[in-house]
């Protein structure tokens, strides 16, 4: 073979090559695959936050906790005594079960950051 001829075969075969290679690393990429243990932004940002919130040293002297409620059609998590939320989830009060709203409208109360994942991961399901 000619020198003129593996030139131009030896830089596709390298071309080929190339997206062969793009194609395995980054076919998984925008493919919409989620991992099944990934929890959804709604249970993970409100825990985040409270725990920020709970490292703050607080000025005043008030019960800590925290208390999901209904907010303007959604559910949302407050510190105790507080009259705005710190977190608004996409869960739609209306969507729930009877029982879940009337307890939503009185608010529930979590001690802790555990207890507040596990009430929220709860109306996910």
């Given at each position: 073979m000619s020198k003129?001829?593996?030139i131009p075969i030896?830089?596709?075969i390298l071309i080929l090559l190339g997206l062969i290679m793009y194609k395995l690393c980054f076919s998984n990429i925008g493919a919409g695959k989620?991992?099944?243990?990934?929890s959804p932004p709604e249970i993970i940002?409100?825990?985040q936050a409270a725990e920020a919130n709970k490292a703050e040293p607080k000025e005043k002297t008030k019960k800590q906790g925290y208390e999901i409620k209904e907010y303007k059609g959604n559910i949302a998590v407050f510190e105790v005594g507080e009259k705005k939320p710190f977190r608004v989830t996409e869960i739609e009060v209306k969507n729930l079960p009877e029982a879940d709203q009337k307890e939503l409208k009185s608010g529930i109360e979590a001690n802790d950051s555990d207890k507040l994942q596990t009430l929220l991961e709860d109306y996910l399901s």
């Open positions: 003129r001829k593996v030896s830089m596709i989620e991992s099944s243990d990934v940002q409100p825990v």
